[in-house]
């Protein structure tokens, strides 16, 4: 149990793109999904948190307008970044918590490379 | 300012032996505690975690120890087996808030 999914797995864009990345858990309801980034060998960094139905909540440095979250459902969530560039290149993580717990369960990642 | 170390980017240990990853956090409000594993270009797997109202938590060849007054949990894997060739992440979480903060990560190497 306790399965979260992210697609695509991988992707490779132009400058100036967006690019949308999904985040679906697959056997429970996600109340609260959590989108996270990790540079290469550095740790992982909260960019904001979701609830289904309401706005996200960014962390400080994130920009909301650069990096959209929509969570319309109890099982999807989903970021979109914006007009990317080089720098946002980067490995995003989803997770969600739900279910009989609260501990944060993980996708499998998105590595993000902008050309 | 990171609120969460681990001090050891990397550890190997010989197959077999006890794998011992440390933890040091500074904020005195978090009250909860997990270790995740992570291979590359994956997701984190959670693995273990412990509440401050517990010094230890034991889960096959996985425990985690907590000592609260100096800040410092470790988990501890006996015996070691190459699949537990990853890195590892220790999160830290206040009480009722779900946030997770994460340290930078220790990739342990089981040596066969």
């Known amino acids: 149990g306790a399965v979260v999914s992210q697609h695509p797995s991988r992707v490779i864009c132009k400058s100036g793109t967006s690019v949308k990345i999904e985040c679906r858990s697959l056997d429970f309801q996600a109340t609260t999904m959590f989108w996270y980034r990790q540079f290469p060998k550095q740790s992982l960094m909260l960019m904001a948190t979701s609830n289904e139905g309401s706005k996200a909540t960014y962390e400080q440095g994130v920009e909301k307008d650069k990096f959209l979250i929509n969570h319309a459902s109890l099982t999807l969530s989903t970021l979109t970044v914006t007009s990317a560039h080089p720098e946002d290149s980067s490995f995003y993580i989803c997770?969600?918590?739900?279910?009989?717990?609260?501990?944060?369960?993980f996708g499998p990642g998105t590595r993000l490379t902008v050309l | 300012d990171q609120q969460v170390k681990q001090n050891s980017p990397s550890l190997s240990v010989q197959e077999g032996r006890i794998s011992i990853l440390n933890c040091d956090y500074t904020n005195s409000m978090f009250d909860y505690f997990l270790w995740y594993k992570k291979y590359p270009a994956e997701g984190p797997t959670f693995l273990i975690s412990i509440s401050s109202i517990k010094d230890k938590n034991e889960d096959g060849r996985f425990t985690v120890f907590l000592n609260k007054s100096a800040k410092h949990l470790s988990l501890h894997i006996v015996p070691s087996q190459p699949g537990d060739s990853a890195v590892y992440f220790c999160a830290a979480r206040i009480f009722g808030n779900e946030k997770l903060t994460f340290g930078t990560g220790t990739r342990l190497t089981i040596i066969p």
């Open positions: 997770s969600a918590t739900g279910g009989r717990t609260d501990t944060q369960y």
